[in-house]
């Protein structure tokens, strides 16, 4: 039995090593390709998280996707972004994260222009979670410092208890240093995002984009992960898309985008009684005869 062990802790070593380049492009985990930076690019300057986009047109090819944005996430509030499917929210996201840039327009972090930021300096600012969560094959512990490779254990394991994930980490064969398998195979798709979350907190980044995050989820697990994100996102700027809209009743703001333009925004009062396209998705999803919803969010405010 004992030259397999050896093996595998050989197998550990050069797993670690591999983590630590993994760690260097931390900016970038569970963001996918990006674009490459300006030859003078600066480092963004600290600020309070204020998203903005002025004007921003983009399209992958040559169709717009997105047209004459105007858009304000303010430092600290919880904006959604609803709409069909197709619409632009995820590649609203992808420009602020500058994985792509603008045909027209800027997109500006505390009323810096990324243009003409290294892209280190932006992911810093940013977290994001979208439906996949990306887990290396080591240990819990591992796969949430990654987010910050200088954390503590304790620190590691407060983020773990404010993603709702410290409860069911505790409870695996050996808590933290659990492996997760190959992409996290060992755990649950609810356990990933909490995983997910729980780095994405450590991160400590003023600006947290969520996309779809609980989507693929049972609904126990998502009123745990919500009842985190709540918590988590209090004075972080935070835009979430969410296809149920149970998730985005506490927001501050909700747009309404349709064909890559904003049909409407404001907070939910304000759209149910414009009673326009988001009073028909919400009484899609809800019902019309049913007024808990509202009711929620109002005890929330
Ligand atoms: P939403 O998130 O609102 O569903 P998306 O931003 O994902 O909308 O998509 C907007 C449009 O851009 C869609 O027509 C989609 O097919 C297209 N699109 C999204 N991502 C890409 C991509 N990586 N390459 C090419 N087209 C894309
Ligand atoms: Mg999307």
């Known amino acids: 039995a004992y030259e397999p062990a050896k093996r595998l802790s050989r197998m550990r070593v050069s797993i670690e090593t591999a983590l630590v380049g993994v760690r260097m492009v931390l900016g970038i985990l569970d963001m996918p390709e990006s674009q490459a930076e300006a030859r003078d690019a600066r480092p963004l300057k600290p600020g309070r998280g204020a998203l903005e986009m002025r004007g921003v047109t983009f399209g992958y090819g040559a169709?717009?996707?997105v047209r004459n944005l105007d858009l304000l996430f303010s430092a600290g509030q919880t904006s959604a972004l609803v709409g069909p499917?197709?619409?632009g929210k995820s590649t609203i996201l992808n420009l602020a994260m500058r994985l792509y840039e603008p045909s027209e327009g800027e997109v500006l972090i505390d009323g810096q222009d990324l243009a003409g930021a290294t892209l280190s300096s932006v992911r810093q600012r940013i977290s994001f979670v979208g439906q996949n969560t990306f887990l290396f094959s080591t240990s819990v512990r591992e796969n949430i410092r990654m987010a910050r490779s200088d954390a503590t254990d304790a620190e590691v394991e407060a983020a773990a208890q404010d993603a709702n994930a410290h409860t069911f980490v505790s409870e695996l064969p050996q808590g933290y240093e659990t492996m997760v398998g190959e992409n996290g195979s060992f755990l649950s798709g609810g356990q990933r995002q909490r995983l997910a979350i729980a780095r994405a907190i450590l991160k400590r980044s003023d600006i947290m984009l969520f996309d779809e995050a609980t989507s693929a989820l049972d609904s126990h697990s998502e009123a745990l992960i919500q009842e985190a994100l709540a918590r988590?996102?209090?004075?972080?700027?935070?835009?979430?898309?969410?296809?149920?809209?149970?998730?985005?009743?506490g927001a501050d703001q909700i747009i309404y985008v349709e064909e890559g333009r904003v049909v409407e925004r404001g907070t939910l009062r304000d759209l149910l009684a414009a009673d326009g396209p988001f009073r028909r998705l919400y009484d899609r999803q809800f019902g019309v005869a049913e007024p808990a919803?509202?009711?929620?969010?109002e005890a929330a405010e």
């Open 63 to 65: 169709a717009p996707v």
């Open 232 to 249: 988590v996102t209090r004075d972080k700027t935070t835009v979430v898309i969410a296809h149920r809209l149970s998730t985005i009743l």
């Open 85 to 87: 499917s197709g619409g």
């Open 293 to 297: 919803p509202i009711a929620l969010a």
